[in-house]
């Protein structure tokens, strides 16, 4: 497997998003299957693992812990603090809480459950309006030089917060969600990212799903799944996003490829220091995905793509505006 560098993190150039075997697109798999998966990834060449604990709550990262114990010092994980959850993981997030006693205790407990001596990535999973980003990135700083967590990670954070964080201490990689169907990051974020030197870690890169292809406007979602309340996936939306799966496929039918692939191969080739992490749980997909990074995509190409995605309005919002409010964008 190729790899790349986040900042000066190297990791495989595609990564594996694990949100999904125990969080929001239920129903979610044996827990044996999904060990199972994960240390697949890892025979195939798969060496970044991205998690958090609020994705369970909490039994995410035991899981990804379990799955990838036996690796040990061979893959780098990624995990996230920053909301306010029950100790018992009820309910939900009450909101977020990047204070400095809440970002130790989180890295406390996550070193735990993901069965590591060190945190590889921590991200602040969303920006805090209550607390200045100055003493959260000086909270992980201090987790840093105690040895605890080795680079400093942020989420659907601003540039202008980007760059408070970065000055107290370095910022590793940015996650936050990029694909064909969601392009806002190329507006301000990715010229400061490569300003700056950080990584960038698209999540959701094949639309949660969308760009697969497998979803028309006749799928239908459990109202558990994260979907059933995303306007950009009410069948309306989905009919009138049909066309960007239309243009993938074309262009997937002359490379040999998926839509997802072709979608991946666009995201590889936007910058070296990128690395989607797409999220799956089934084996099958999970080497569709990596067969991404055999797919050449010429300069003419993107330019095609360019072309003929800048005239396909895309329908519906990505996330209910609840949601959107809790974005640092």
């Known amino acids: 497997m190729q790899t790349r560098k986040l900042g000066n993190l190297e990791v495989s150039a595609l990564g594996l998003g694990c949100m999904g075997m125990s969080h929001s697109y239920k129903p979610f798999p044996e827990r044996d299957a999904s060990i199972a998966l994960l ?7 798969v060496t970044f693992f991205d998690t958090a604990e609020v994705y369970g709550p909490f039994n995410n990262e035991e899981l990804v812990g379990e799955g990838l114990a036996p690796f040990k010092g061979q893959v780098v994980i990624a ?11 009820t309910h939900g997030p009450k909101g977020t809480d990047s204070s400095p006693a809440r970002i130790r205790q989180v ?9 590591v001596d060190v945190i590889d990535l921590f991200y602040q999973h969303r920006v805090d309006p209550k607390v200045p980003i100055e003493e959260t990135a000086g909270a992980v700083k201090d987790l840093i030089a105690e040895g605890k967590v080795r680079h400093f990670g942020m989420s659907e954070a601003g540039a202008g917060t980007i ?12 996650q936050s969600e990029y694909s064909l169907w969601y392009r806002k990051p190329e507006e301000d974020i990715l010229p400061t990212l490569e300003e700056l030197g950080i990584g960038f870690v698209p999540f959701s890169p094949l639309g949660k799903g969308f760009l697969t292809g ?10 558990s799944d994260i979907r059933s309340g995303i306007p950009r996936f009410t ?15 074309s262009i997937g039918a002359e490379k040999h490829a998926t839509p997802a ?7 590889l080739a936007q910058e070296p220091w990128m690395v989607p992490i797409p999220g799956t749980t089934k084996l099958h997909r999970l080497e569709e995905n990596i067969g991404s990074l055999s797919v050449e995509l010429t300069p003419q190409d993107l330019s095609n793509i360019e072309t003929a995605s800048a005239a396909i309005p895309i329908e519906g919002a990505r996330y209910p505006e609840h949601i959107e409010k809790m974005t640092g964008l």
């Open 39 to 45: 240390r697949a990834a890892v025979e195939r060449g």
């Open 79 to 89: 995990t996230k603090f920053g909301f306010d959850l029950n100790p018992d993981g």
């Open 261 to 267: 692939q072709i979608a991946l191969a666009w995201l």
């Open 214 to 223: 497998k979803i028309d406007e006749n799928s239908t979602f459990d109202k």
């Open 163 to 174: 760059r408070r964080a970065h000055a107290v201490q370095p910022v590793t990689a940015l």
């Open 107 to 115: 890295a406390e407990a996550s070193l735990k459950r993901l069965r």
């Open 235 to 249: 069948p309306e939306a989905r009919k009138a996003n049909q066309a960007l799966i239309d243009l993938l496929a």
